[in-house]
C-alpha cells in the first residue's frame, strides 16, 4: 500500500488509487445494497430510521420549492442528492478517490439534467424562452446585450454547478492533504496538529453535505424555471 | 474428464441425495433456523470492532490476546513497509477520531432518539393489530353473553312449557269439575224428574184408590156404615 504523491495535485488522479489492483471507490456499490436490504423489514433498523428522518427532513425542504404539480419528480433530485452526498461524504476516507472533484463527473450530471430542462422549454414554452431572455423594463437601448447577458447566464448554469461542486472539493481535499504532509512531517506535534485537522474535516463531512444540497437544490431550481 | 474423475471420489450417500433433486436438500436446509435480523447492535470494543472477533482470540490467547495480535501486526506491517504511514493515514487517523468521539458522545443520544422513533413507528403499527384484538375480544364476550343468554332463554321455555302443562292441568281439572257438575245437574234432575213421577203416581194410585174405593162403596153401605157409625158414637157416648 503506497500512496506516496509526489505533487499535490496528484491525489486526484484516479491512476494512483489502485490498491492491490483494487479500487475502494466500489465500495458504493455496497452501500445501495445496504440502504435497500433495510427496506424489507416492516419496522425500521437505527440506520434506516436514521436514512427516513433525512429523507423526510430533505424531502420537505424540496417540497416547499417545488411547483405542486411535479412533485413525483422530487425523486431524481433527491437521489440525485444523495448520490453526490455520499460520493463527497465518502472521499474523505483514505484511499478513496474523490470522484466529484472531477468535471468529468460533475458535469455530466449538470450538463445531461440542465441540457433536458432546456430542451424541454424551448421545444414546449418558446415564447415563454425568449419572453425571458429580456428582464422586465429593460431600457431598450440595452436590450441586446440583456439578451446577450441573458444567454450567457443561462448557458453558464450547468458549469457553474458543476465548477462550484468540484472546486468546493478540491479546495478542502488539498487543504486536507497539505495539513496530513505537515503531520507526517512534524510528527512531534502531532495531537496539535489532528486537532486542526479534526476541525477541518468536520468543515469538510458538513461542507459534503451542503455542496450536493446546493447541487441538487439549484439543478431543481432550474427544472421549475423550464417549466 | 477432470470432472467425471472428481464426481468418482464423491461418497455415495451425496451422489444419492444429488439424484433425488432439489427436495431433499430442500428439506435439509429448511431444517436449520431461519436467519434473524439482529435488532440490538452487537456490542463493540474500542468504539467500532465488533466483541465477536475479541471473542474468537479469548479462548487461544487470552484477553490481551487480540490487542497483541493488533500491535504486532501493525508494527510488521509498517516496519516491513508494507503499510506505509503516508498523508491519507494521518486523515484516517483523525476521522478515525472524529468518529470514535461521535459514537461515544452524540451515539447514545442519537440512538436512544431513533429507538424513540422506532418504538413510535413499532406503536403505530402495533395499535391497528391491538385495536382490532381489543374489537374481537369485546365481540366474543358478546357472543358469550350471547350465548349465557341463550341458557337462560331455554330456563324460559321450560318454565313456559311448565306454565303451558300446568295451565292445560288446570284446565283439564276445570272442565274435569265442569262435566262432573253438569253430569250430576243431569242427575239431580233424573232424580228429581223420577221423584216428581213416583210422587205423582203414588199421588195417582192413592187418588185412582181412594176414587175407586169411594166409586165402590154402596149407599147401603154407606148407610150401614153411618148408621154402624152412629151405634159406635152412641156406645161411647154411654161409656163416656
Redesign the interface.
Known amino acids: 500500500?503506497?500512496?506516496?504523491?509526489m505533487n499535490l495535485f496528484e491525489m486526484f488522479d484516479p491512476s494512483i488509487y489502485f490498491i492491490f489492483n483494487f479500487q475502494f471507490n466500489w465500495i458504493f456499490i455496497i452501500m445501495s445494497l445496504i440502504i435497500f436490504m433495510n427496506n424489507y423489514?416492516?419496522?425500521?433498523?437505527?440506520f434506516n430510521?436514521?436514512l427516513n428522518?433525512f429523507f423526510y427532513i430533505l424531502f420537505k425542504e424540496f417540497s416547499m420549492s417545488m411547483n405542486k404539480k411535479f412533485h413525483s419528480n422530487l425523486f431524481i433530485f433527491l437521489s440525485l442528492m444523495f448520490f453526490i452526498m455520499f460520493m463527497n461524504f465518502f472521499s474523505?476516507?483514505?484511499?478513496i478517490f474523490s470522484l466529484t472533484s472531477h468535471l468529468l463527473f460533475n458535469l455530466s450530471m449538470s450538463l445531461s439534467l440542465w441540457l433536458s430542462f432546456f430542451i424541454y422549454q424551448l421545444y414546449n414554452y418558446p415564447i415563454n424562452f425568449l419572453k425571458h431572455l429580456v428582464p422586465l423594463n429593460s431600457p431598450k437601448f440595452l436590450m441586446h446585450f440583456m439578451v446577450l447577458i441573458e444567454l450567457i447566464s443561462l448557458f453558464i448554469r450547468p458549469w457553474t454547478l458543476s465548477i462550484r461542486l468540484s472546486s468546493n472539493l478540491i479546495s478542502g481535499h488539498l487543504i486536507?492533504?497539505l495539513l496530513?504532509?505537515f503531520?507526517?512531517n512534524f510528527i512531534f506535534i502531532?495531537p496539535f496538529s489532528?486537532i486542526i485537522?479534526?476541525i477541518l474535516?468536520?468543515l469538510e463531512?458538513f461542507m459534503s453535505m451542503i455542496q450536493a444540497y446546493v447541487f441538487s437544490i439549484l439543478l431543481m431550481l432550474y427544472f421549475n424555471e423550464s417549466n | 474428464m477432470l470432472s467425471r474423475l472428481s464426481f468418482r471420489h464423491i461418497p455415495a450417500q451425496l451422489k444419492a441425495i444429488a439424484a433425488c433433486g432439489i427436495q431433499t436438500s430442500a428439506v435439509k436446509s429448511s431444517s436449520e433456523p431461519r436467519p434473524k435480523r439482529p435488532i440490538e447492535t452487537p456490542p463493540v470494543r474500542l468504539g467500532f470492532i465488533p466483541d465477536e472477533w475479541f471473542q474468537f482470540f479469548y479462548p487461544k490467547t487470552g484477553v490481551t490476546g487480540p490487542y497483541v495480535f493488533l500491535t504486532t501486526y501493525g508494527t510488521y506491517l509498517v516496519s516491513k513497509e508494507w503499510y506505509v504511514l503516508e498523508d491519507e493515514f494521518y486523515t484516517g487517523l483523525c476521522l478515525l477520531s472524529i468518529f470514535l468521539f461521535a459514537s461515544y458522545k452524540l451515539g447514545p443520544k442519537l440512538g436512544a432518539y431513533l429507538d424513540k422513533e422506532i418504538e413510535a413507528v413499532e406503536n403505530g403499527l402495533n395499535s391497528g393489530r391491538e385495536e382490532s384484538i381489543a374489537e374481537h375480544n369485546a365481540e366474543i364476550q358478546n357472543i358469550e353473553k350471547e350465548k349465557w343468554s341463550a341458557e337462560g332463554q331455554l330456563m324460559i321455555y321450560d318454565i313456559k312449557k311448565q306454565n303451558v302443562l300446568m295451565q292445560l292441568e288446570a284446565n283439564y281439572r276445570e272442565n274435569l269439575a265442569i262435566a262432573y257438575t253438569e253430569v250430576k245437574k243431569i242427575l239431580d234432575y233424573h232424580s228429581q224428574i223420577d221423584g216428581i213421577n213416583r210422587r205423582i203416581a203414588q199421588k195417582h194410585m192413592v187418588q185412582w184408590i181412594t176414587n175407586s174405593v169411594l166409586k165402590a162403596i154402596t149407599p147401603e153401605q154407606e148407610k150401614a156404615n153411618l148408621l154402624q157409625c152412629i151405634k159406635d158414637l152412641e156406645t161411647l157416648s154411654a161409656k163416656a
Request: no cysteine.
Open positions: 500500500m503506497k500512496l506516496i504523491l423489514w416492516l419496522i425500521p433498523s437505527r430510521m436514521l428522518k474523505l476516507f483514505p484511499y486536507l492533504v496530513s504532509n503531520m507526517m502531532l489532528m485537522q479534526n474535516l468536520i463531512i
